[in-house]
């Protein structure tokens, strides 16, 4: 059991102010340290610097993921065994530490929805995830150093309607990505696998 259990609420690691919400539905995103530069990202937060902080979010997010589905980058994850690996991490926990519904692995990110379960909180279960993950791939790569941004995305999802336009969201990324042509192609996604809440 997670020793640091209790639900952290609103809290910041970085550029991004995360929701810890205890057993709340959560759309994530990970992405791989070089997939937008720490300069670009601090030139698009000084453009939306004035807009609400709810807003600034929204936007800084969107800038993002049109960045990253451009693939730049090394895109390790585009390498069978480092999605491979990063995939049956996210399903290793799946009803033990949190419920995971929907996901996909791209080159160079990932988007998931989970709930954490009693007794996790989000912030530990995103860490372990990064850390096993980063330290098996840089071992898999003979490469060292940072293989996760630090930061990520997290964003609670707000109703039934929320949940089914994100999870259409992550399973489309990848024919969005121009990768595949239907989300049953991606080997590394949810869309191959039958879903639990059909």
């Given amino acids: 059991m997670n020793t640091s259990s209790s639900p952290r609420g609103w809290h910041s690691r970085g550029y991004l102010p995360h929701f810890d919400g205890g057993e709340s539905l959560q ?3 990970l992405r791989l340290a070089d997939s937008v530069p720490d300069k670009v990202i601090e030139k698009w937060k000084t453009r ?3 807009e609400s902080e709810d807003l600034a979010k929204e936007l800084l997010m969107d800038r993002i993921d049109k960045y990253i589905d451009q693939g730049f980058g090394e895109c390790y994850l585009k390498q069978r065994a ?3 690996l990063v995939q049956h ?3 290793k926990f799946d009803g033990d530490r949190y419920d995971l519904f929907s996901w996909v692995i791209m080159p160079n990110h990932t988007h998931f929805i989970l709930r954490p379960r009693v007794g996790w909180n989000l912030s530990s279960i995103i860490k372990s995830h990064k850390s ?7 071992r898999h790569l003979d490469r060292s150093g940072r293989f996760w941004q630090e930061d990520y995305f997290d964003r609670e999802i ?3 309607e929320d949940f089914f336009d994100k999870i259409q969201y992550i399973e489309m990324n990848p024919v969005k990505a121009k990768l595949c042509k239907n989300p049953q192609e991606w080997e590394f996604g949810s869309a191959n696998y039958e879903s639990r809440f059909f």
């Fill in 27 to 29: 759309f994530l995103t």
């Fill in 132 to 138: 096993y993950t980063g330290r098996m791939s840089n």
């Fill in 158 to 160: 707000r109703d039934q």
């Fill in 48 to 50: 939306i610097q004035f």
């Fill in 89 to 91: 991490s996210l399903q």
């Fill in 82 to 84: 480092i999605a491979q």
